[in-house]
């Protein structure tokens, strides 16, 4: 029967990548609609009608109107834009300036580590949401500063990440031989350390989309991220909760739009794990 298992094997992997690559249309199918929602949108999602106020769905209106005669449906799709790719920019800094401060500090070890670990110690020392919390409400309402202020406090999982990854990497006999062969600093950390802890910071990358969209629409609930005007989801359902036994779907239709952009991306980055055997 042994030679059943290899056949088990390749069924269970054919099963997964098909599972990736419908995963993979689906958030593909989800920047599209973020970046044509301009074309998509019905109406326009900042023009508002006192006469259309809180209407049920309709031809003209799809998904309604809200409070002040906005169509939802457009500012649902406006509103991936904002939060999708908000997220997404949030993600690619703390990505990039994560793992290279995680590398360096786990490469050359000594002051710079010491340094490096000491902030990345003193960010993590506090709750993360309670200080973007703090951080966007000292530097002021809007998106750059929501974004700045996420920035500033989560590229340091990715600093750990990395830095640990570094250090099991670095004594390896290959780094050891690559040092005897006359190659820098720069060519040892660009042709050997780069390539071996890339898969499991993208991986972590993936996972924490979803998170990072929790984030800005926690921060633009509590009115601390975009300014009210702007279509978001979480600047959404802040505004709708004041007509929630009236009309609930100004608040179920963007948390429903949340749930499965985060679910989304969240299977998306299991199934990436397990692509890459990182489980």
């Known amino acids: 029967m042994s030679y059943l298992i290899p056949r088990r094997r390749a069924r269970v992997k054919k099963r997964r990548q098909i599972t990736l690559y419908l995963l993979m249309a689906l958030v593909l199918m989800l920047l599209l609609t973020a970046i044509f929602a301009p074309i998509l949108a019905p109406n326009d999602p900042s023009a508002g009608d006192i006469m259309q106020q809180q209407q049920g769905p309709s031809a003209q209106f799809p998904f309604g109107t809200d409070h002040l005669g906005r169509c939802v449906l457009s500012r649902i799709l406006y509103g991936a834009m904002t939060s999708v790719f908000s997220s ?34 003193i960010l993590q020392a506090f709750p993360r949401l309670l200080l973007a919390i703090a951080l966007a409400g000292v530097l002021g309402v809007g998106i750059g500063n929501t974004i700045l202020a996420l920035c500033v406090i989560y590229w340091t999982e990715y600093a750990r990440i990395a830095r640990s990854l570094t250090l099991s990497i670095k004594e390896r006999t290959y780094i050891k031989a690559a040092r005897v062969c006359g190659e820098n600093h720069v060519q040892i950390i660009l042709r050997h350390i780069i390539p071996n802890v890339f898969p499991s910071l993208i991986v972590t990358a993936t996972l924490d989309i979803g998170a990072m969209i929790m984030e800005v629409a926690a921060l633009s609930y509590l009115g601390l991220g ?54």
């Open 88 to 121: 997404l920019g949030i993600i690619a800094a703390v990505f990039v300036v994560g793992s290279v401060l995680g590398i360096l500090s786990g490469y050359f070890g000594g002051l710079v580590d010491t340094i490096i670990m000491r902030i990345t110690t």
């Open 226 to 279: 975009v300014k009210p005007s702007m279509p978001e989801w979480g600047s959404m359902m802040n505004l709708g909760k004041q007509y929630l036994q009236s009309n609930p779907w100004l608040v179920l239709i963007p948390g429903i739009a949340i749930f499965i952009t985060v679910v989304i991306f969240n299977l998306f980055g299991e199934k990436l794990r397990d692509l890459f055997d990182l489980t």
